[in-house]
């Protein structure tokens, strides 16, 4: 199982909690649920193995 975090990062005094709901946090699931997608796709790739000497 992979763990990761993904982040925003605003300044504090300038960027208000809505804006954080309303535009950051919907690109950042937005992103998250890309990178779900990428990792799964990766996971599901045939496996192929090399032997030595062949």
């Given at each position: 199982?992979?763990?990761a ?10 960027t ?22 990428d990792?799964?796709?990766?996971q ?11």
């Open positions: 199982m992979v763990r975090s993904m982040n925003v990062t605003v300044h504090a005094q300038e208000s909690i809505e804006k954080l709901v309303t535009e950051h946090l919907p690109l950042l699931q937005a992103a998250a649920r890309e990178t779900s997608a990792w799964a796709r990766w599901s790739r045939p496996a192929i193995s090399a032997t030595a000497g062949r």
